[in-house]
């Protein structure tokens, strides 16, 4: 069954600082996307960069990149020169090629980013 | 950029009251999602909807819901007697295959409040 990991309930990070997000996941699909979602305190829920399980390379879409290690079974997110706006609550979501079409979450890390 | 669009964003009723939750997904999107979020916890699978059926749902769908797409463009969750522990916050969320590698594009959210 398919299952995502986030062990960080809260992070805490300094303006123009580098973060770290953990996410691992366990799949038995061989064929699997890794997503990453940021819900500001507004509640919606946006996406914000994605990894292929076949992806030679890791992810990168401005200041947020997937540090993926397949081997592992992780899919870290990194924002680095974080903003104050990067505060917000933070859900890596896989979602499997062949067994289901679903995205499951993970429960979410809260990131807070202070001046 | 096409996104989903959600209304209501509030919703109050009254516990055994029947509401429906209302969504336009991005017009060529395949793949119909709902998911809810009980305040603070973990963003929690509900259904998939493909090819005008159910293609998966969770335990917590149980009879009480019912999703539907009536026309080409709307697609709705019906809840028939709501309960104090169906107040959460209901996301649509649309892709447009039903593969590893689509993310899923969510709507701002419908949050019920059931008194």
């Known amino acids: 069954a398919q299952k995502i990991t986030q062990t960080q309930p809260g992070m805490f990070v300094q303006e123009k600082e580098a973060v770290t997000l953990d996410c691992t996941y366990d799949?038995?699909?061989?064929?699997?996307?890794l997503f990453w979602y940021k819900q500001p305190s507004s509640g919606e829920m946006i996406f914000l960069i994605y990894?292929?399980?076949?992806?030679?390379q890791n992810a990168t879409e401005g200041r947020y990149s997937l540090n993926f290690q397949k081997a592992r079974k992780s899919a870290n997110l990194v924002i680095s020169a974080s903003q104050l706006g990067d505060s917000a609550m933070y859900f890596c979501a896989m979602r499997e090629a062949y067994n289901t079409d679903k995205l499951i979450f993970g429960t979410g890390t809260r990131l807070q980013v202070f001046p | 950029e096409p996104e989903v669009t959600q209304t209501p964003s509030h919703q109050v009723t009254q516990m055994g009251q029947e509401v429906i939750l209302r969504c336009v997904p991005i017009?060529?999107?395949?793949?119909f999602y709902w998911y809810r979020q009980i305040l603070g916890q973990k963003v929690e699978f509900l259904v998939s909807?493909?090819?005008?059926?159910?293609?998966?749902k969770s335990e917590i769908f149980d009879d009480q819901f019912s999703v539907e797409r009536p026309d080409g463009s709307n697609f709705t969750l019906k809840i028939r007697s709501t309960k104090l522990e169906d107040s959460a916050m209901y996301f649509c969320?649309?892709?447009?295959?039903?593969?590893?590698?689509?993310?899923?594009?969510f709507g701002n959210g419908t949050r019920l409040t059931v008194t």
């Open positions: 799949t038995s699909d061989p064929s699997y996307g």
């Open positions: 017009s060529n999107h395949l793949y």
């Open positions: 969320a649309s892709s447009e295959t039903g593969t590893g590698n689509s993310p899923l594009h």
């Open positions: 990894q292929g399980s076949y992806d030679q």
């Open positions: 909807f493909y090819n005008n059926e159910i293609s998966e």
